[in-house]
């Protein structure tokens, strides 16, 4: 489904961000239904990718039930393959960027001779893929349009986006959720390389909200193999979204101005389609069932979960 069109009871609000359609009921709870939208370089590319948005709700669901212990979460049902329903936060300003791996954007601002990232420092000596000695964390700010900017920790607190006791309490919570990440994907012969998370807050609580670990948010390497690709220069085999943001890039497209999206061919969208699905299943340990829902029977569905709330 490339978007969706309910009309819940009680709605108080509607979003449509990139990838996501977000109703708010009674300013109280949250519907979020994953399209089968694709975006890179914050542009939302022509094609939607089939079933994509069932692979990235899925993922997010076992592995928000996975971390539940280290930091409480806002979901509090999954009716649909691509929805779920949980609770409205106050959301954070800020995204949590976490990285194990100088890769993707940090290699590219390493490569242009840059030594700090996000007022993180940077070691000399490194290679493209090589681990960092410890996560590093890089926020970003939070852009509903446009294109989200890097942030430090000072600036952050200095200009009042997060209180300096509740992003002590953000850090703390992006490491634990990296390691436990990487733990997970350890045991499915996965490398977590990097990842982002999003919290909001209700009262004095600190939920994490949206997705977790999915093939969008999240950069992944085979384990098997990286060391020898390492020490011969060669690239890894990963398992992201990044692969598409290369693609465009060879065929002239960064998201600016004047830039054309290449075309999108049949046999390009069924291989993303692959793409996404292997990493589900690959990371999951489960095999991936493809489910078509109507419009009528999702909504029916969505209205008596939230009766249930």
């Known amino acids: 489904m490339l978007e969706s069109t309910f009309k819940f009871p009680h709605q108080t609000a509607f979003y449509k961000g990139k990838v996501r359609d977000v109703y708010t ?31 990235l709700n899925q993922i997010a669901a076992i592995m928000l039930d996975a971390t539940k212990d280290i930091v409480p979460n806002w979901v509090k049902s999954v009716p649909l393959p691509n929805a779920t329903v949980g609770l409205k936060c106050e959301t954070f300003p800020v995204e949590m960027v976490v990285r194990g791996n100088l890769t993707g954007h940090a290699w590219r601002t390493y490569k242009s001779g840059k030594r700090e990232l996000c007022g993180v420092a940077l070691p000399e000596g490194l290679k493209e ?20 900017e890097d942030i430090s920790r000072e600036q952050i607190i200095a200009q009042g986006l997060v209180s300096k006791e ?24 996965l490398i977590l390389v990097d990842t ?10 600190i939920y994490l909200i949206d997705e977790i670990h999915t093939p969008d ?10 060391e020898e690709k390492q020490k011969a220069d060669e690239p890894q085999k990963q398992l992201s979204k990044e692969f598409v943001r290369e693609w465009l890039m060879e065929n002239g497209f960064q998201g600016k101005d004047g830039q054309t999206v290449p075309e999108m061919t049949d046999a390009f969208v069924e291989s993303v389609t692959n793409r996404y699905i292997e990493l589900f299943e690959k990371i999951t340990g489960q095999p991936f069932k493809k489910e078509d829902v109507s419009q009528a029977d999702a909504e029916k569905k969505i209205l008596e979960t939230l009766k249930g709330l």
């Open 25 to 55: 009921i009674e300013d109280k709870w949250m519907v979020m239904f994953v399209s089968d939208r694709i975006s890179a370089f914050d542009v939302v590319l022509p094609r939607p990718i089939p079933y994509k948005g069932q692979v």
């Open 129 to 148: 893929n090589d681990f960092f000695a410890n996560p590093i964390i890089t926020p970003t700010t939070k852009a509903h349009e446009g294109h989200d």
């Open 166 to 189: 509740d992003y002590e309490k953000l850090e703390k919570y992006t490491l634990a959720l990296f390691q436990r990440g990487r733990e997970l994907a350890a045991k499915r012969g």
């Open 196 to 205: 982002k998370y999003e919290f909001g807050k209700i009262g004095d609580t």
């Open 217 to 226: 948010s999240s950069r992944y390497f085979y384990a098997e193999g990286y």
